[in-house]
C-alpha cells in the first residue's frame, strides 16, 4: 500500500521560504510521477508541480522561477522548495503519486493521481 507523508509546513511571512518534503513509503519512488499539489479555502485544488519518472518536471506559471521540485530516490522522498512567498501561495499542499504510465504526469490533471498524503498547511502573510 503506497502510503505519503507530507511535512515542513508553517507560517512565514512574504518573501519568506519553506522547504516541503513528502515522504513515500509502499513503492519505488523512480517508477512513480509525483507531485505537489494545492488547495486553498473555496478554491479548486490546483497543481504546482510534478515529476515524472525520466526526471522531467513540469511547473505552473504562477510558481515558476520561485518554487523548484526535486526528488531523493535513495530516501523515495519527494521535496518542494518554496522561495519569494507570497499570500497567495497560502493553501494546504498535498503530495500525490501515480504508478500508471497510461497518465501523463501533469500538474493540470490532478483527477489522475491515484495516491495522495494528507497534506501540510503553508500561511504567507502580508
Known amino acids: 500500500q503506497v502510503h505519503l507523508v507530507e511535512s515542513g509546513g508553517g507560517s512565514v511571512q512574504a518573501g519568506g521560504s519553506l522547504r516541503l518534503s513528502c515522504a513515500a513509503s509502499?513503492?519505488?519512488?523512480?517508477?512513480?510521477?509525483m507531485g505537489w499539489f494545492r488547495q486553498a479555502p473555496g478554491k479548486a485544488r490546483e497543481g504546482v508541480a510534478t515529476?515524472?519518472?525520466?526526471?522531467?518536471?513540469a511547473y505552473i506559471d504562477s510558481v515558476k522561477g520561485r518554487f523548484t521540485i526535486s526528488k531523493d530516490n535513495a530516501k523515495n522522498t519527494l521535496y518542494l522548495e518554496m522561495n519569494s512567498l507570497k499570500p497567495d501561495d497560502s493553501a494546504m499542499y498535498y503530495c500525490a503519486a501515480e504508478p500508471d504510465e497510461m497518465y501523463p504526469c501533469s500538474p493540470y490533471l490532478p483527477d489522475d493521481f491515484g495516491y495522495w498524503g494528507q497534506g501540510t498547511q503553508v500561511t504567507v502573510s502580508s
Open positions: 509502499g513503492y519505488r519512488g523512480s517508477s512513480y510521477c
Open positions: 515529476f515524472d519518472r525520466d526526471g522531467s518536471i
